[in-house]
């Protein structure tokens, strides 16, 4: 499963999602992380940039990218949630500490991480 989460310069996850400095991208399989990149996408920048949507799109463009199933963060605004609903995107919140240990935990969700009417959705 390919996991996205924010995270903080010391390797634990950061607090918001949608102003994220860096994203890290793991690839879980069972227990293992096969590969993990850091990206320096910025968010907490270009979030006061430009409109609402434009900032959605930034995020939508690179989870695509990225072909990411699951995004684990502390927070999340609503309108993002949605949004990843939308895409058929994992979500888990709450998710808090060694970064590392999160995206295998969150790799593990099944029931926790639907969206939020419940229904999973394929991916597009």
């Not at 609503?78 to 590392?100: H, K, Y």
């Amino acid at each position: 499963m390919i996991v996205a989460l924010p995270i903080e310069p010391a390797g634990t996850v950061g607090h918001s999602w949608g102003k994220a400095r860096q994203v890290a991208v793991a690839v879980v399989n069972g227990r293992d992380i096969e590969s993990w990149t850091v990206h320096d996408v910025r968010w907490d920048l270009s979030h006061g940039e430009g409109s609402h949507g434009a900032h959605h799109a930034r995020v939508v463009t690179f989870l695509r990218s990225h072909d990411v199933e699951a995004v684990g963060v502390d927070h999340v605004g609503e309108s993002m949630a949605r949004m990843l609903a939308r895409m058929g995107i994992r979500l888990v919140t709450g998710t808090a500490g060694d970064a590392r240990a999160a995206a295998v935990a969150v790799a593990g969700q099944t029931d926790a991480s639907r969206p939020a009417d419940g229904e999973a959705r394929p991916r597009p």
